[in-house]
């Protein structure tokens, strides 16, 4: 399972198609899984956190969020999402192409706006608070997208279009066009050696294999993702193939020692151990609360 499966293994409530790119997603902390591991994809998204509170972050800066608050995340952008102490949080997870809002054969806005955006080239700070001057008629968009994929209108294409211009239009004014300070070569590895991570945890990984991505020595690699993450590789590693274990005892009906193996664990009583360390209970009593 990839990050794209593990996202969208989530309810949907509208209907994503090659031509109509764009969907959103329900999704509860803890109650679905306890955290989303850090990734990037080439989508537009937008998490609006709709009770409780979280911890999510876009590029390695933390936020703090709470009911009301939205998170913009743009092509390419590394992000997470975590449980905040015990406290749980609902948000809506938009994710949609930017090519959807693009002419083909470029007009204005494309060329000017969203080319730039899909590019790296043009930025908006990630987090709007309730008290942000342009929260307002931020959140009316995405409460307009709400009440139009609730019945799928004839058309209703065309309204969530609308809504997407609308919400660009607000962010306009955010828009800035120098690279943030963490937009550099640093990041770009960090990001190589996540998505490493993404597409091979099932299989044996070394620190030798995870600095050979960075072309860094061990030591160095190791010295990196410490800094970078707030935490060894090796941790990172455990923690993320855990997170997919959890979604499989929860979404079939593989055994525990089936799922040990096809997350990369290669021991069953150490993954035992580990999960319960994790988790605070064995991977049958958490299938079972689940």
């Known amino acids: 399972m990839n990050i794209s499966e593990y996202e969208n293994s989530q309810e949907t409530k509208s209907h994503g198609h090659e031509n109509f790119p764009f969907n959103i997603y329900l999704c509860s902390i803890p109650l679905d899984f306890t955290l989303v591991p850090a990734h990037w994809h080439n989508d537009m998204e937008i998490i609006y956190i709709k009770k409780g509170n979280g911890r999510i972050s876009v590029d390695l800066v933390p936020y703090e969020v709470s009911q009301g608050d939205i998170i913009v995340v743009l092509p390419g952008q590394l992000h997470a999402i975590y449980q905040c102490f015990d406290a749980s949080m609902e948000y809506e997870n938009i994710i949609f192409q930017l090519s959807m809002l693009m002419a083909p054969q470029g007009d204005f806005c494309t060329e000017e706006f969203f080319q730039p955006l899909m ?79 993404e597409t091979n945890y099932q299989d044996k990984i070394s620190i030798a294999d995870a600095a050979g991505i960075c072309g860094f020595s061990q030591s160095h690699f190791m010295k990196f993702f410490k800094k970078s993450m707030s935490v060894s590789f090796t941790d990172y590693l455990n923690d993320y193939r855990l997170t997919m274990a959890s979604r499989l005892l929860v979404s079939s009906e593989d055994s525990v020692s089936n799922i040990a193996s096809e997350t990369g664990f290669d021991n069953l009583s150490y993954f035992n151990r580990m999960f319960k360390k994790k ?9 079972c609360k689940n």
């Open 119 to 197: 590019q790296g080239k043009m930025f908006f700070q990630s987090c709007y608070t309730t008290d942000c001057p342009k929260h307002p008629a931020l959140s009316r968009c995405l409460n307009a997208l709400d009440e139009i994929c609730k019945n799928f209108s004839p058309g209703f294409q065309l309204a969530v279009k609308a809504q997407l211009f609308s919400f660009f239009y607000e962010l306009a004014s955010f828009a800035k066009t120098s690279t943030p300070h963490r937009t550099h070569k640093s990041l770009g590895r960090l990001k190589d050696i996540l998505k490493y991570v």
């Open 279 to 287: 988790y605070q209970c064995t991977p049958m009593q958490f299938r």
